[in-house]
């Protein structure tokens, strides 16, 4: 298993502004995700974390909205830029170990509220 | 594509009595398929998975699933249901299907409340 934290656990932005949110992993993994649970909804897939190299990510989520980094394999960030009341959301980093065989750890979750 | 279907927004079981939450899925490959828990206020718990094998799958915390090829469900059920287990429920399903894809698609999740 893997021990994940976030930070923050939650904050309250402006419009228009951005927010980082960081994926803290104990140790090293293979795969890190992020995802979106919007209120009363289940979770969406917004981007894989890929280390080294630009984040994959699915359809109708865009690069320019989430920026992802991810310098090493026990880290990672998720930007929410140019924040909309719709952004309000929990996020959840999560990530897949080279013996977890498909199996996904989830952190906390960052829960967001844009005004 | 995949898909993951809960038909049911919330359940509600007496303490003690045996709990099922329904799920059924669909893939074009093999499915690989999991169960999480999310309790208030918390991220998501890792319940069991099944990948191949048995079809009953054995868990955390006293639940199970069975794999239904032909009815393409993987219901969850526990024999005995504890108050402490009223959470939020979600199925989810990955398509083997060889295109290196780690997506997992999410249920919309079932509210299981158990009345003491």
């Known amino acids: 298993s893997a021990v994940i934290s976030q930070k923050p656990s939650r904050d309250i932005c402006q419009r228009g502004t951005s927010l980082t949110i960081q994926c803290q992993v104990d140790s090293q993994v293979t795969m890190m995700f992020w995802y979106r649970q919007q209120p009363g909804q289940s979770l969406t897939l917004i981007a894989t974390?890929?280390?080294?190299?630009?984040?994959?990510?699915e359809s109708g989520f865009v690069i320019d909205k989430f920026p992802i980094s991810r310098p090493n394999l026990t880290f990672s960030t998720l930007t929410v830029s140019n924040m909309s009341p719709e952004d309000s959301s929990i996020y959840l980093c999560?990530?897949?170990?080279?013996?977890?065989?498909?199996?996904?750890?989830f952190g906390p979750g960052t829960r967001l509220t844009v005004l | 594509a995949q898909s993951v279907a809960q038909p049911e927004d919330q359940v509600n079981v007496a303490e003690g009595n045996p709990l099922t939450v329904k799920c059924t899925y669909s893939?074009?490959?093999?499915?690989?398929l999991f169960w999480y828990v999310q309790y208030p206020n918390r991220g998501l718990q890792f319940l069991l998975k099944?990948?191949?094998?048995?079809?009953l799958v054995k868990g955390s915390y006293g639940f199970e699933a069975e794999f239904n090829k032909s009815q393409t469900s993987f219901h969850l059920k526990k024999p005995s249901a504890l108050v402490s287990d009223s959470a939020l429920y979600f199925c989810a399903v990955r398509d083997d299907s060889g295109a290196g894809s780690y997506q997992l698609t999410f249920g919309k999740g079932t509210k299981l409340s158990v009345i003491p």
């Open positions: 099944y990948i191949t094998g048995d079809n």
């Open positions: 999560s990530v897949e170990t080279a013996g977890s065989y498909n199996e996904q750890f």
């Open positions: 893939v074009s490959g093999n499915p690989y």
């Open positions: 974390a890929n280390q080294g190299s630009e984040a994959t990510y």
